[in-house]
């Protein structure tokens, strides 16, 4: 029988280490993880909030071209990554309380403001610019969160701790755009002073739901930050921090990342859009909200499921059967880009969905790495970083797409894909890699 750990840690957490199991506390640990996610999920939700209105803009009145939609969608993602790069080295700075219930606080700005203009057609483009924008803090945050989640977590956990925040996190991309097109078509209770819009078949809808339904919920994530969360004692300045662009696995973990994680936001914000285009002028064409969610969830889904697996058997290997696996989704769905019937939208959304099933694989694998290759701090910092790149994925793909046509657009993502596996195999995968992670 092995004899109970006795706790010394402190009161005040000054002697936090969470590779000793004495100065440990693994039900902080927990609480802090599930009310960041909690919180992740909600930023998530506000981050694809406009590609899950954007389809919708035109019904109520809006006169947008195609150009201006992709753009609409694209910009959360420049925001996001952007954003990133601010919010990662926020946890060493300001502590994870402090952190979490402000950037939760700031997701009231876009839901707002995204409820005003679904109501005012009038609304100017650079406004509705801008609210895009502000929708990027939901995505911004992620680098915050996920590197302040590391600093509660053993390695032999972290692969678990992290795959359930991040793949629970995203399901809030997937929740999003299966509840827009469900909560548009009623009144909210305690909202009926907030009259519907009318599309041009004369049918009511209430695209301002799709911001204002939060809200109550991102209050209950303030309320919750403030009150159970608490701030462990890793510190660092921004300079010391800048510490970590002098590793090499900074910059490999860097470009794996912005394959599995940049395709797999960037497509899930483009998804709705891609099918509008490139199937929309069939007869009896597919409803893009009824399928876009449906990737963005199964991945997300995949990702937290996968974590333990990692925990398990080392995540390099997940990393690299997720490569492969992308790569392969992504050759699948180029055969389906150029349509002649309707019925081959049942391949390209197979070919899709195997790109979102190994994203999150592979987003799993590379979370697990992180810690194992890093040490804990600099770890938090390498996840914040890779994450802030990979958050241009929705900025760049939209942008791609309105530069080539989907075809080329695919033709390089599997080029990359390629690439980035090669790189998960040399240096972490194969047998007698130095720093497998």
């Given at each position: ?9 402190s ?8 590779e000793?199991?004495a ?10 993880l ?5 919180c ?7 981050w694809y909030?406009?590609s ?10 809006y006169?947008l071209?195609?150009e ?30 402090a ?26 483009y ?6 895009a ?16 989640t ?11 701790a ?13 929740l ?12 909210l ?13 004369g049918q ?15 209050l209950?994530?303030v ?7 608490r ?9 010391q ?8 696995h900074?910059?490999i973990?860097?470009a794996?990342y912005l ?5 797999f936001?960037?497509?899930?914000a483009?998804?709705g859009?891609?099918i ?13 909200l009824?399928f ?32 492969v ?5 992504t050759?699948i ?5 150029r ?5 081959q939208f ?8 195997i790109i ?5 694989l592979?987003n799993?694998?590379?979370?697990k790495?992180?810690p ?5 701090r600099?770890?938090?910092?390498a996840?914040?970083w ?35 596996t ?5 240096f ?10």
């Amino acid at each position: 029988m092995t004899p109970a750990v006795t706790s010394t840690l402190s009161s005040d957490l000054s002697n936090w280490d969470p590779e000793n199991e004495a100065t440990w506390d693994s039900r902080l640990a927990w609480r802090t993880l599930w009310i960041t996610t909690y919180c992740m999920l909600l930023g998530f939700a506000t981050w694809y909030l406009v590609s899950a209105i954007a389809p919708r803009l035109n019904d109520i009145g809006y006169d947008l071209t195609q150009e201006q939609l992709y753009w609409l969608v694209a910009v959360p993602g420049l925001a996001g990554g952007l954003l990133r790069l601010v919010f990662m080295f926020l946890p060493p700075l300001i502590g994870t309380r402090a952190l979490v219930a402000m950037s939760s606080a700031l997701l009231l700005l876009p839901m707002l403001g995204w409820t005003l203009a679904a109501r005012d057609t009038s609304t100017p483009y650079w406004v509705l610019l801008a609210l895009a924008f502000a929708a990027g803090v939901g995505g911004g945050s992620f680098s915050g969160l996920m590197a302040s989640t590391s600093y509660f977590f053993p390695k032999r956990l972290a692969g678990t701790a992290l795959g359930l925040q991040a793949g629970l996190g995203n399901f809030g991309i997937g929740l999003i755009q299966v509840l827009t097109p469900w909560i548009v078509g009623f009144g909210l209770l305690g909202t009926a002073a907030l009259t519907p819009q009318s599309t041009a078949e004369g049918q009511f809808v209430w695209l301002h739901n799709g911001g204002l339904v939060l809200v109550p919920w991102v209050l209950l994530a303030v309320g919750l930050s403030l009150f159970y969360l608490r701030r462990v004692p890793i510190k660092a300045n921004f300079r010391q921090q800048t510490d970590i662009f002098r590793i090499k696995h900074t910059w490999i973990m860097t470009a794996i990342y912005l394959m599995s994680f940049g395709a797999f936001s960037g497509l899930a914000a483009q998804m709705g859009l891609m099918i509008l285009s490139i199937y929309g002028d069939f007869e009896n064409a597919p409803d893009p909200l009824a399928f876009a969610f449906i990737g963005p969830a199964m991945g997300a889904l995949v990702r937290a499921g996968a974590g333990p697996l990692c925990d398990k058997w080392g995540g390099a290997i997940f990393t690299f059967i997720g490569g492969v696996g992308m790569t392969v989704g992504t050759v699948i769905t180029i055969f389906f880009l150029r349509p002649t019937s309707v019925d081959q939208f049942w391949g390209f959304l197979i070919g899709m969905l195997i790109i979102f099933f190994f994203a999150g694989l592979a987003n799993a694998g590379t979370f697990k790495q992180m810690p194992m290759i890093f040490p804990k701090r600099q770890a938090g910092g390498a996840i914040g970083w890779t994450a802030a790149i990979a958050a241009f994925g929705p900025f760049i793909v939209g942008m791609a797409l309105t530069a080539v046509s989907p075809t080329a657009f695919f033709i390089g993502c599997a080029v990359w894909c390629a690439f980035c596996t090669g790189l998960a195999w040399f240096f972490y995968a194969r047998p007698g890699a130095p720093n497998p992670g």
